[in-house]
């Protein structure tokens, strides 16, 4: 079974606009931690932001935020006023448990385009 | 701002050859990785390295392939043989404690011919 799921695998948002990419995960573990990074052309992968399994708040990091909802084990991502440079591969990963510095589990990726 | 930086960005090598990638962790990270993207695909994890040694490893990290820090600054990941496919975007990320935030390097693309 996929631990991480994307359902998108692309998706466009008209600049200026709010998108949101999707994101599910599956862990029987009650520690974990969600991660969204993104990967433009060039192919490096730049941390967007995170999210902790017992944090109480959605995590916001400028014009992202994660509506992370714990019971139905989603952590989408939201970003506000789309610009073109937001253009690229989205990938939502999980940390399961303790010790830290287990690995990560990425998903498939979402390509989202924004159009000027 | 410290970063990840990984060496060569591109390395071509011929079937059979060893290759060795080199990554520079930030300097007060205490776990290193690395991973791999095949092209068009998710990323992959391959191993984990804490106090010196392998923490945990994946089934894609078989005999060909190990990991050292030679020195306290880098670490390395050494395919001994390499096979066409080995040809993919290979990623080193460090982190600290805490949230266990991984920063990702820029990668090294392995062309195997």
């Known amino acids: 079974a996929q631990k991480i799921t994307q359902t998108q695998p692309g998706m466009f948002v008209q600049e200026k606009e709010a998108v949101t990419l999707d994101c599910t995960y599956d862990t029987s573990d009650p520690s974990y931690g969600l991660f969204w990074y993104k990967q433009p052309s060039s192919g490096e992968m730049i941390f967007l932001i995170y999210q902790g399994s017992y944090d109480q708040q959605n995590a916001t990091e400028g014009r992202y935020s994660l509506n992370f909802q714990k019971a139905r084990k989603s952590a989408n991502l939201v970003i506000s006023a789309s610009q073109l440079g937001d253009s690229a591969m989205y990938f939502c990963a999980m940390r399961e448990g303790f010790p830290y510095g287990q690995n990560f589990v990425f998903g498939p990726g979402t390509r989202l385009s924004v159009l000027p | 701002e410290p970063e990840v930086t990984q060496t060569p960005s591109h390395q071509v090598t011929q079937m059979g050859q060893e290759v060795i990638l080199r990554c520079v962790p930030i300097?007060?990270?205490?776990?290193f990785y690395w991973y791999r993207q095949i092209l068009g695909q998710k990323v992959e994890f391959l191993v984990s390295?804490?106090?010196?040694?392998?923490?945990?490893k994946s089934e894609i990290f078989d005999d060909q392939f190990s990991v050292e820090r030679p020195d306290g600054s880098n670490f390395t990941l050494k395919i001994r043989s390499t096979k066409l496919e080995d040809s993919a975007m290979y990623f080193c990320a460090s982190s600290g404690t805490g949230k266990n935030i991984q920063y990702f390097g820029a990668g090294t693309r392995l062309s195997v011919l």
């Open positions: 300097s007060n990270h205490l776990y």
């Open positions: 390295f804490y106090n010196n040694e392998i923490s945990e």
